[in-house]
């Protein structure tokens, strides 16, 4: 998990990590469903929106 913290942190200019993982609709309804109430990094709330 922290390597994926650390990579989706260091690649936040392109968002290749976010858009590589939350392309697949149920990898994001998954994720909304465990951090639902969490704060989360802004591309994951733009990407929300276009679903």
């Known amino acids: 998990m922290q390597e994926w913290l650390?990579?989706?942190l260091v690649?936040?200019?392109n968002?290749?990590?976010w858009r590589y993982f939350y392309r697949h609709p149920g990898?994001?309804?998954a994720h909304i469903e465990?951090?639902?109430g969490a704060?989360?990094?802004l591309p994951l709330v733009l990407r929300?929106?276009?679903a």
């Open 39 to 41: 704060t989360v990094y």
């Open 48 to 50: 929300a929106g276009e």
């Open 11 to 13: 690649n936040h200019q």
């Open 34 to 36: 465990m951090y639902g």
């Open 6 to 8: 650390f990579l989706a």
């Open 15 to 17: 968002g290749f990590i």
């Open 27 to 29: 990898v994001l309804r």
